[in-house]
């Protein structure tokens, strides 16, 4: 088996995140879980530690909130400070509307969460990496981060910025042998349409109908492949789509 890594993976109380931590654990990783739903991440790290038997340790961590973010990096126990993997998962959109009918509050939470959050975490923990002249920055974009679609703006927006901010962390690393990668998926059915529509399960679930989407699992796997290469391997980008997903806008449905 390889040397166990430590993996940090930001909102793993759902959907890709809680799926990748299950991946890390069952191939034997420690994971640092993190997220505003501390219960569930509790049950989830009983649950990985008695499955797998790996070390977890969890923090109740909300990405808005940088000032939260370094304290959880200053405070982790001196055997979780040496981080293989940041996984910059952490994520969401906020409503559906054109831009003249937008809801602000909307746009601030979807900024602050998938584009100011990743970047307190990557400035909290780099610098770590840095140190250690080695680790993998995972950041997870999203096919709306190559298109944009209807009503989907200031969303779309966020992930391009996380496609443009990962290859920048690139250069900007590359002395240092710390790995980045993006993973892009298409669409994927975890809580997201549940969160966007504020938990109108039957709006979500529309989304969803007349052909097999990705699961969390299946993103999972891509995260865990990236983060598994040889030494001298770095994948730049991943990026996956249901097999009826074409783009943004056309899916078969059947
Ligand atoms: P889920 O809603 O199932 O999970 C989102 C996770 O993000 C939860 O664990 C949630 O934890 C966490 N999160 C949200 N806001 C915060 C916050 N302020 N602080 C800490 N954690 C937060 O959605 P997905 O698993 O689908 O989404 C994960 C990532 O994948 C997101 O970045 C999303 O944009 C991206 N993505 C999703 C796709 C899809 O179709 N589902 C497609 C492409 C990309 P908690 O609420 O407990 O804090
Ligand atoms: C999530 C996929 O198509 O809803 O990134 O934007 S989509």
Same mark, same amino acid.
């Given at each position: 088996m390889a040397t166990p890594m430590t993996v940090v993976i930001t909102g793993s109380t759902a959907g890709i995140g809680k799926a990748t931590a299950q991946q890390f654990a069952r191939e034997g990783h420690n994971v640092i879980l993190t997220g505003r739903r501390?219960? %569930?991440?509790?049950?989830?790290?009983?649950?990985?530690?008695?499955?797998?038997?790996?070390?977890?340790?969890?923090?109740?961590?909300?990405?808005?909130? %940088?000032g939260q973010v370094?304290?959880?990096?200053?405070?982790?126990?001196?055997?979780? %400070?040496?981080?293989?993997?940041?996984?910059?998962?952490?994520?969401?959109?906020?409503g559906l509307s054109p831009v003249h009918e937008g809801d602000l509050d909307n746009w601030e939470?979807?900024?602050d969460t998938n584009v100011k959050g990743l970047l307190y975490l990557?400035?909290?923990?780099?610098?770590?990496?840095?140190?250690?002249?080695?680790?993998?920055?995972?950041?997870?974009?999203?096919?709306?981060?190559?298109?944009?679609?209807?009503?989907g703006n200031v969303y779309s927006a966020t992930k391009h910025a996380v496609h443009a901010l990962t290859r920048s962390m690139r250069l900007d690393l590359l002395d240092h042998g710390i790995k980045v990668t993006t993973i892009a998926p298409g669409l994927?059915?975890?809580?997201?349409?549940?969160?966007?529509?504020?938990?109108?399960?039957? %709006?979500?679930?529309?989304?969803?109908?007349?052909?097999?989407?990705?699961t969390g699992e299946d993103v999972a796997d891509a995260i865990y492949y990236a983060a598994s290469r040889p030494a001298h391997v770095n994948i730049n980008e991943l990026v996956l789509t249901p097999l009826d997903q074409g783009d943004s806008t056309t899916v078969r449905k059947h």
């Open positions: 501390e219960e %569930r991440n509790k049950e989830l790290a009983d649950e990985l530690v008695n499955d797998y038997g790996v070390q977890v340790y969890h923090y109740q961590l909300d990405v808005c909130e %940088r370094q304290t959880f990096v200053d405070s982790l126990p001196r055997e979780w %400070r040496k981080i293989d993997v940041l996984i910059n998962n952490a994520g969401l959109a906020a939470q979807m900024i990557t400035r909290a923990v780099s610098p770590l990496m840095v140190e250690q002249e080695k680790g993998h920055i995972i950041n997870i974009g999203s096919v709306a981060g190559f298109e944009v679609y209807p009503k994927v059915e975890t809580e997201f349409s549940k969160v966007r529509f504020n938990w109108d399960e039957e %709006r979500a679930d529309k989304v969803y109908e007349g052909y097999q989407p990705l």
